[in-house]
């Protein structure tokens, strides 16, 4: 069965510094790729996702993630990271594997020292 | 455009009372689907609904959770008794579609339930 993987159950910076946040996954074949952002006592929402073409998929907020198929790789990036990025970050991936259901990481919190 | 609709918004209520969590998918979607969050057990899907038709409910905890979806704008998550251990924040979401790639799944703010 397919699986998601988020190497960093918590991270924490300080203002300005640059943010990645490892997500992998195990599905061989063609998958679609999401990050979700849930801010403190809100919902998740759509940050950024990937179906095809480019693989440097940028998305609102200054983020962006890199779609690395020889490594199974999506990981999520932001240059200069702002208090108000304090949220827990979800990678999710669904697949034919998965009969296109979201198959989700634990997910990442980070919080942003102001 | 309106978003997924959730009601409540939060719920306090004593064990062994019925719950009822209601949900108004985005018009025009075909899937809809009801997680809960819990700190200790993160996002779980509990059911998920193709066109009003119940796909897979393997993740409903017991048979005191029940999933209805009579039209194609809303669904029904009830549980009875409740317990102190369904605490959480019930999610609904939709999706145009569940069949095929390139997906996008839309929450709804969720419904925070407090059994006590």
Same mark, same amino acid.
């Given at each position: 069965a397919q699986s998601v993987s988020q190497h960093n159950h918590h991270v924490i910076l300080s203002e300005a510094a640059s943010l990645e946040l490892g997500c992998n996954y195990s599905y061989g074949g063609t998958v679609n790729l999401f990050w979700y952002v849930q801010y403190p006592g809100q919902h998740l929402q759509l940050l950024l996702k990937y179906?095809?073409?480019?693989?440097l998929v940028k998305g609102i907020k200054g983020f962006e993630a890199e779609f690395i198929k020889s490594k199974f790789s999506f990981n999520l990036r932001k240059p200069s990271v702002q208090w108000s990025d304090t949220a827990e970050y979800f990678c999710a991936v669904t697949s034919m594997d998965s009969n296109y259901q979201l198959i989700w990481g634990a997910g990442t919190k980070l919080i942003i020292k102001p | 455009d309106a978003g997924v609709i959730q009601s409540p918004r939060h719920e306090v209520t004593e064990m062994g009372q019925e719950v009822t969590l209601r949900c108004k998918p985005i018009s025009g979607h075909n899937s809809l689907f009801w997680y809960r969050q819990t700190m200790m057990r993160g996002l779980e899907l509990l059911i998920y609904f193709n066109n009003n038709v119940?796909?897979?409910?393997?993740?409903?905890? @017991?048979?005191r959770f029940s999933a209805k979806m009579p039209n194609a704008s809303f669904s029904t998550l009830k549980i009875?008794?409740? @317990?102190?251990?369904?605490?959480a924040v019930y999610f609904c979401a939709s999706s145009l579609?569940?069949?095929?790639?390139g997906n996008t799944i839309y929450f709804g703010e969720g419904s925070w339930l407090t059994v006590v």
């Open positions: 179906f095809s073409g480019d693989p | 119940p796909i897979d409910d393997s993740g409903m905890p @017991e048979d009875q008794p409740s @317990e102190p251990r369904d605490s579609t569940v069949s095929s790639s």
